[in-house]
């Protein structure tokens, strides 16, 4: 009866069929459409389009393909751009940027003109997949298919640059914006200014934010991300000024702001700010996100007392999260006691003992030299459904090689060795297995291969984790069927640090990761470090002489840390 009168008025069929786009029932509307097809009754555009769109499940992206092609074969009068864009959009939550991109010039081929949207969802959806070359090549199409270019297609681009830290290439986009005439949003300056802060470019951020300011786009969004971006760059000063330059530009902060701040002092070993400002903060209102920067600016700055308090205040307030703990825990690196006493009360607290959690009450254990502790932790992981990882292993074998010698270490990493080649057993660490790698990274200099593992040139001035952004999209289009596209850092060099890199050709989680962060966090990788100072010589070659100066320690997003000449080090 249903189908009589959707034949006579195809209107109210729509109800039926946004049901099924709601839903994501793409195999029922493919279904339903291959019914009405067979009871030669005519589907109008409104109708495949949304049919199209209940394949927008990840999972059906093919259903909607099956649904276009079979409209182009059938009534190919009713396939539109809106057809067209709903297809590319289902590609998109698929991750099948190829695909969205051959649908776009397939239009052409069909006679179906490409609108903003056709370009702006193909953008969108090299933005998810990191192809940021594709994605530029997508905008420059817009202007020769002369379709009007908009905002989200820039601000897609820029962040498809930024997600693999190409801060030159958005900076770039970003000023081929301002020459269009069409206005830059919030989101397009923040993703910019992320861009410059992971290149350690925070300088030209501060540039940014007085464009926006300028063009009465500055939001605490901004904001934030300046500050964010000041923090890992060092300049922490500059962070808290921002928060003055709020004041007078009379833009209200957000929840994350004070959030920021915390976290940026934090990172930076300035310990006491950050805790002034959480404390001005929790008179206001006290969340997780703030206690959780508190602890990390303890642990970083050794308070493992105030650590304690801000976990009992945590605990007053039910703010519990296996981080919290986690961080406190490693406050208490050097009260091993204390450690061990806040990771045995998390049961009680009904709080998960993760994997993060382990790593820091073991590192406690082993800086006091106390690894029969530290093994017995180790041990017990297989309680939680947990596999020690390469960072566990390596701090009881660091421990073992300062107390018991190398070849008690060297036994220890051969017996968890097994373990993790146990849990993958088509998986054989031997010499030559993987073979040469031939990864083409322009401006990067391969220096040797071996056994799931390369070695790359760091130059000075440059981001570790730049480059690794830059071989891993490499290694991702180098895959070969022998071995996985994925792979991972087990060491990393400091900023202004040259060197040797070494990068291992497989998943952070595979037994390759593990050996080696193991053989790296153990102490076991000998490595000579050369420096190059400036100023009067210090005498004829042989010279020996002693650096005194102080040093303090700041945290990188990542989670490494950066070391630091200053007077309030240590």
């Known amino acids: 009866g249903d189908i009589e009168h959707w034949r006579l008025d195809w209107r109210k069929s729509l109800p039926f069929f946004q049901a099924l786009a709601k839903k994501k029932l793409g195999h029922l509307a493919v279904d339903v459409v291959d019914l009405l097809r067979?009871?030669?009754?005519?589907?109008?555009?409104?109708?495949?389009?949304?049919?199209?769109?209940?394949?927008?499940?990840?999972?059906?992206?093919?259903?909607?393909?099956?649904?276009?092609?079979?409209?182009l074969i059938l009534s190919p009068k009713e396939v539109d751009s809106v057809v067209y864009n709903s297809a590319i959009k289902a590609c998109k939550s698929a991750g099948e940027w190829k695909t969205a991109i051959g649908l776009v010039y397939d239009m052409t081929s069909h006679s179906v003109p490409c609108d903003a949207r056709s370009f702006s969802t193909a953008i969108g959806a090299c933005e998810k997949?990191?192809?940021?070359?594709?994605?530029?090549?997508?905008?420059?199409?817009?202007?020769?298919?002369?379709?009007?270019?908009?905002?989200?297609?820039?601000?897609?681009?820029?962040?498809?640059?930024?997600?693999?830290?190409?801060?030159?290439?958005?900076?770039?986009?970003?000023?081929?914006l301002t020459h269009t005439g069409i206005d830059a949003a919030e989101a397009t300056y923040s993703t910019v200014i992320s861009a410059c802060g992971n290149g350690s470019q925070w300088q030209r951020g501060i540039d940014l934010l007085e464009t926006a300011i300028g063009h009465n786009v500055c939001t605490a969004v901004i904001y934030n991300?300046?500050?964010?971006?000041?923090?890992?760059?060092?300049?922490?000063?500059?962070?808290?000024?921002?928060?003055?330059?709020?004041?007078?530009?009379?833009?209200?902060?957000?929840?994350?702001?004070?959030?920021?701040?915390?976290?940026?002092?934090?990172?930076?070993?300035?310990?006491?700010?950050?805790?002034?400002?959480?404390?001005?903060?929790?008179?206001?209102?006290?969340?997780?996100?703030?206690?959780?920067?508190?602890?990390?600016?303890?642990?970083?700055?050794?308070?493992?007392?105030?650590?304690?308090?801000?976990?009992?205040?945590?605990?007053?307030?039910?703010?519990?999260?296996?981080?919290?703990?986690?961080?406190?825990?490693?406050?208490?690196?050097?009260?091993?006691?204390?450690?061990?006493?806040?990771f045995s009360r998390m049961p009680q607290l009904r709080v998960q003992q993760g994997f993060k959690t382990y790593g820091a009450v073991i590192n406690a254990c082993c800086n006091a030299d106390l690894w029969?502790?530290?093994?017995?932790?180790?041990?017990?992981?297989?309680?939680?459904a947990l596999s020690p990882g390469g960072c566990h292993v390596g701090s009881v074998a660091e421990s073992l090689t300062r107390t018991k010698g190398r070849e008690a270490t060297k036994a220890l990493l051969m017996h968890f060795r097994s373990d993790w080649l146990a849990q993958s057993p088509d998986m054989e660490m031997k010499q030559g297995k993987l073979g040469k790698c031939d990864v083409d990274v322009r401006g990067l200099n391969i220096l040797?291969?071996?056994?799931?593992?390369?070695?790359?040139?760091?130059?000075?001035?440059?981001?570790?984790?730049?480059?690794f952004e830059d071989f891993k999209q490499a290694f991702k289009s180098f895959n070969q069927s022998t071995h996985s596209s994925c792979c991972s850092l087990v060491s990393r060099?400091?900023?202004?640090?040259?060197?040797?890199?070494?990068?291992?050709?497989?998943?952070?989680?595979s037994p390759a990761a593990a050996w080696y962060l193991s053989c790296f966090a153990g102490r076991l990788v000998h490595k000579d470090y050369l420096c190059l100072c400036e100023g009067p010589s210090l005498g004829p070659i042989g010279t020996k002489d002693r650096i005194s100066l102080s040093l303090t320690t700041r945290q990188l997003p990542d989670g490494g840390i950066l070391a630091l000449v200053s007077d309030s080090g240590r």
């Open 493 to 509: 060099l400091d900023l202004p640090t040259s060197g040797v890199l070494p990068i291992v050709l497989d998943h952070i989680d």
């Open 129 to 176: 997949a990191n192809e940021w070359q594709s994605a530029l090549a997508l905008l420059g199409s817009m202007k020769s298919a002369l379709v009007q270019q908009e905002i989200f297609s820039y601000t897609a681009t820029i962040t498809a640059a930024a997600s693999v830290a190409n801060w030159r290439t958005a900076l770039a986009i970003f000023q081929t």
């Open 448 to 467: 040797k291969t071996g056994c799931y593992i390369t070695a790359i040139e760091k130059p000075a001035g440059i981001r570790t984790e730049t480059i």
């Open 38 to 71: 067979n009871h030669r009754v005519s589907l109008t555009a409104v109708q495949i389009s949304i049919a199209i769109n209940a394949c927008g499940n990840p999972a059906s992206w093919q259903l909607a393909l099956y649904l276009l092609h079979s409209s």
């Open 225 to 342: 991300v300046l500050s964010f971006a000041c923090g890992v760059a060092g300049a922490w000063q500059c962070s808290l000024a921002l928060l003055n330059k709020m004041q007078q530009q009379h833009v209200p902060p957000d929840g994350a702001t004070r959030n920021t701040a915390i976290t940026v002092c934090g990172r930076n070993s300035e310990w006491q700010r950050a805790l002034d400002l959480f404390w001005q903060g929790s008179k206001m209102c006290l969340d997780k996100v703030s206690l959780a920067a508190a602890v990390v600016a303890c642990d970083i700055g050794d308070q493992w007392q105030l650590a304690m308090l801000l976990i009992e205040e945590a605990i007053s307030c039910g703010f519990l999260t296996p981080q919290l703990f986690t961080s406190a825990i490693s406050a208490c690196k050097s009260q091993w006691q204390e450690a061990v006493r806040l």
């Open 372 to 384: 029969p502790i530290a093994l017995a932790l180790l041990n017990s992981m297989d309680l939680q």
